[in-house]
């Protein structure tokens, strides 16, 4: 891979590294000491207010893919590429009023598979478990890779070195405080990104102008600023299913839902959604000034931080690179703790050993939390294909689970069969327009074809699913008995 020459050294990008990770990890220590039960580890006390809930949820959503992969999407894709990305916004907008359903019919509820466990059955619950944990992880993954791209792009860091630095910091820091530590240290990053990302996009507006940009692009690369280009085209509508799918069945969502109040939810994904719209098309637009500032950009999903350190000099690039590193942290740290929840609670917990005990439980989530690390670690190594290739690999999987959710929570007639086969299908010939028409088509076939089997298979078999059966209050799992001593 050739990278451009780093903006600042080497020696000042190891200085913010070992900062910015120990000042991470040392919150993960703070907000660890409220953890006292595996509930606690897992959903912060489910006693989260609308401003961390709010911010938690934002910080979360704005990751490498939107502050790295936004800017790629615009300089591939055009003026559509950066309304495309923007269009995730609505898997938080829709998502709102989904978390309030949420927390009034599961009021106990631990994880996404505790709603399909009990809405549809153990098979369904199973293939929904791949789904999800093979998507967590390929999320994981490009944010790791970010991590490494990030740092060598501006301070010339080894790609292996900063890689691993990000997945080591985070794991660190989840492991002592669980989702009290994930949740906090959002909050603070959620604040840092936003400051960054207005100093950024004043910067750039000062330097160059939007007609500047405008005629640059209309003379270099027209078929940017094409609004009937096909593939741009398809590419919102696959960004935006991709995103609601995400949302709807990941457990980093549905672990907030858990964790706020009760009635909280829906306002602070509603806010989230706001505060997050404008960020990629702020992004996309940096991407498409690199003509007119005269930058090479020699690999796509390294535009945004190079763009942003040129503008800012080396004063803002040490800016950028907390910013860049705060979009990370505040991703990874949510996939590893709702990723190792879902496992813990899924397959441990309900599958191996129903009798476990908190402190049990808790130790799996902690193992898991450090297999998850060293798993991400080992893949993002040889630096496999961009971030938009790694990622939408898991888009028609994700775009499948949409209408088994949205179904499953409003609609008493949706049946175990139609949401599996739904789940199924859409995966399976999702990935087919993967790899034959290319990944801006997956998450759009995949979505689709869950949508009509979902659909016909409930109005040919519709079910009458009771709602109080997914309320678990009253089920107490009993410890195992304890192995006698004596002789």
């Known amino acids: 891979m050739n990278f451009q020459s780093a903006i600042i050294s080497e020696q000042t990008g190891f200085i913010l590294l070992i900062s910015l990770s120990l000042f991470w990890i040392g919150l993960g220590i703070y907000w660890g000491k409220k953890v006292t039960s595996a509930e606690g580890f ?23 893919n939107t502050t790295m992969l936004a800017p790629q999407f615009a300089l591939e894709l055009g003026v559509w590429g950066m309304i495309a990305y923007s269009t995730a916004s609505f898997g938080l907008f829709l998502f709102a009023p989904l978390a309030n359903r949420i927390r009034q019919l599961m009021p106990n509820g631990f994880t996404s598979g505790d709603f399909i466990r009990l809405r549809y059955g153990k098979p369904t619950w199973i293939v929904f478990l791949v789904i999800s944990i093979f998507y967590g992880i390929t999320w994981l993954i490009s944010m790791g890779m970010a991590g490494g791209i990030l740092m060598q792009a501006l301070a010339n860091i080894p790609y292996h070195i900063g890689m691993t630095s990000i997945l080591i910091v985070c794991v660190l820091y989840t492991l002592v405080g669980g989702m009290y530590a994930v949740i906090g240290t959002d909050f603070i990053q959620s604040i840092i990104i936003l400051i ?74 509603l806010l989230s959604g706001l505060f997050w719209f404008p960020v990629p098309i702020a992004a996309g637009f940096i991407a498409l000034s690199t003509g007119a500032l005269g930058i090479n ?12 350190a040129h503008v800012l000099g080396k004063v803002g690039a040490i800016v950028v690179f907390a910013v860049f590193f705060c979009s990370l942290a505040s991703s990874i740290d949510s996939l590893l703790a709702a990723t190792s929840d879902l496992i813990s609670e899924d397959i441990f917990k309900k599958m191996i050993n129903p009798g476990a005990s908190e402190k049990q439980h808790q130790l799996i989530s902690k193992l898991i939390i450090i297999g ?43 049946n ?37 089997v979902v659909v016909l298979v409930t109005v040919i078999k519709p079910g009458d699913f009771n709602w109080k059966e997914l309320d678990e209050s009253d089920v107490v799992l009993e410890p195992a008995p304890e192995k006698s001593t004596t002789p």
Not at 381 to 390: C, F, H
């Open 42 to 64: 897992m959903l912060a006390g489910r006693n989260v207010g609308l401003a961390l809930g709010t911010a938690t949820a934002m910080a979360t959503w704005i990751t490498s």
């Open 196 to 269: 960054g990302l207005v100093v950024v996009g004043f910067s750039v507006l000062n330097y160059v102008d939007f007609e500047t940009v405008y005629n640059n692009v209309k003379e270099d690369k027209p078929m940017l600023i094409n609004m009937l280009l096909p593939v741009s085209i398809m590419a919102v509508f696959n960004n935006l299913l991709f995103g609601i799918g995400e949302i709807f069945h990941s457990n980093v969502w549905w672990s907030r839902a858990f964790s706020m109040r009760k009635k909280i939810g829906q306002k602070a994904y």
């Open 297 to 308: 950009i020699t690999s796509p999903d390294m535009v945004g931080p190079l763009v942003a």
């Open 372 to 414: 998850l690390g060293v798993f991400a670690w080992v893949v993002c190594l040889p630096r496999i294909g961009t971030l938009a290739t790694v990622l939408f690999f898991a888009g028609p999987l994700v775009g499948s689970t949409i209408w088994p959710i949205a179904t499953g929570l409003f609609w008493k007639k949706a």
């Open 416 to 452: 175990a069969s139609g949401a599996m086969l739904g789940m199924i299908s859409g995966s399976v010939l999702g990935l087919g327009a993967y790899f034959i028409w290319g990944w801006y088509t997956a998450s759009l076939i995949g979505a689709a074809v869950s949508m009509i």
